[in-house]
């Protein structure tokens, strides 16, 4: 089936370093979705978009829609403790959501 | 946003019986739920679609005696894990799409972690 990777698997930063983080997919679609997942909890939507080139912020995040339509990054910018957790990338088709492989945030005291 | 209720939160089962567990749209009406699990360092896995007043839609390799599920109301679906094994542990999360905030934006159960022993 179609897969979504993301990259990096895991990062190690330092607390007010900037992150970004991507997400390729081997098709086309018309959605892209990021998520955070805290330890034990259910994803919680960060950002949504739905144009190619589109870049939305959400606070300290930034996303982007890749012009191709096939891939998309998320920034964020002076990173805190709380940020720490699973970025998930998430595409809407078919009436479905489909998650990625998912970037794990690690921020050393 | 929205918000949705799981319940339990975790549960500890012998071998050969079953759970069920909750999945509530709390300020909203969903006519869709769907069904997640999700094994450690993984990633989210759909199980199966969940529609009001009709059968679920399972996924590939989903066994759908194995995982009943029910959508009874428009703000209820549950998920039965019958005759659960230790293998069936996991992480089961549920989600619900609010229509009215766009089609595309699910709203997740804080997750039920279910340990069989």
């Known amino acids: 089936g179609q897969q979504l990777n993301q990259s990096p698997q895991s990062m190690f930063i330092q607390e007010g370093e900037d992150v970004s983080m991507n997400c390729t997919s081997s098709?086309?679609?018309?959605?892209w979705l990021w998520y955070k997942q805290d330890p034990g909890e259910g994803p919680v939507l960060l950002i949504a978009l739905y144009k190619a080139g589109e870049l939305t912020s959400n606070g300290r995040l930034t996303a982007q829609f890749g012009i191709t339509r096939k891939d998309s990054f998320l920034n964020i910018s002076a990173s805190i403790p709380s940020d720490v957790g699973i970025y998930f990338c998430?595409?809407?088709?078919?009436?479905?959501?489909?998650f990625g492989t998912g970037t794990r945030l690690t921020i050393i005291p | 946003g929205a918000v949705v209720s799981q319940h339990p939160s975790w549960v500890i089962c012998k071998s050969g019986t079953s759970v069920k567990i909750e999945c509530r749209s709390l300020?909203?009406?969903?006519?869709?739920m769907f069904w997640y699990r999700q094994f450690p360092k993984q990633s989210l896995m759909l199980m199966a679609t969940?529609?009001?007043?009709?059968?679920?839609?399972?996924e590939q390799g989903v066994e759908k005696d194995k995982f009943l599920i029910n959508h009874a109301s428009l703000t209820l679906s549950t998920l039965t894990v019958t005759s659960a094994h230790p293998e069936d542990s996991s992480f089961y999360i549920c989600s619900a799409r609010d229509v009215g905030r766009g089609r595309e934006k699910l709203f997740f159960g804080s997750g039920t972690q279910l340990s069989v022993l």
């Open positions: 998430a595409r809407f088709g078919n009436e479905k959501l489909t």
């Open positions: 300020d909203f009406q969903a006519t869709t």
């Open positions: 969940s529609n009001e007043g009709s059968k679920a839609t399972y």
């Open positions: 098709s086309i679609f018309n959605t």
